[in-house]
């Protein structure tokens, strides 16, 4: 049985070098190798999508996951993380994925953050 798991983020949005906080909780319990986080910038379009940049915490768990088990992370953005960006051709953004590494598909938790423009 897979796990399942929510993400909860400390704050709102974030500028280059600030650090996104947060937690991974888990909602129900399943096999698993290990748990990391991910801070990813995203390149999407109507039919691509590409992670040129990913930020990962390690391993926070090695092993199965247990109900009511939380982990603490903390990922720093690049000091020149571009911002955000949407048009009508396509979108750049930052996500964290909480992932668990599985036999066969592994479970994510994905967020996305607001990034702005440093002023």
């Known amino acids: 049985m897979s796990p399942a ?3 909860q983020l400390e704050g709102g949005g974030y500028t280059a070098g600030e650090t996104v906080k947060g ?4 909602t129900e319990g399943g096999g698993s ?3 990391e986080a991910r801070l990813e910038f995203v390149e999407e379009t109507d039919d691509y999508l590409e992670v040129p940049i990913s930020i990962s915490s390690g391993p926070l768990h090695m092993g199965d ?7 603490e992370f903390a ?3 690049p000091p020149g993380a571009l911002p955000s960006y949407a048009s009508e051709h396509g979108e750049l953004y930052w996500r964290i994925d909480a992932t ?3 036999l066969g598909n592994d479970t994510h938790e994905i967020r996305r953050i607001g990034v702005e423009p440093r002023s």
């Open 75 to 77: 990922l720093t953005l």
């Open 100 to 102: 668990s590494d599985e």
């Open 5 to 7: 798991f929510q993400l």
């Open 23 to 26: 937690t991974i909780l888990v």
């Open 33 to 35: 190798r290990s748990l």
């Open 65 to 71: 996951l247990a109900q009511g088990m939380s982990f």
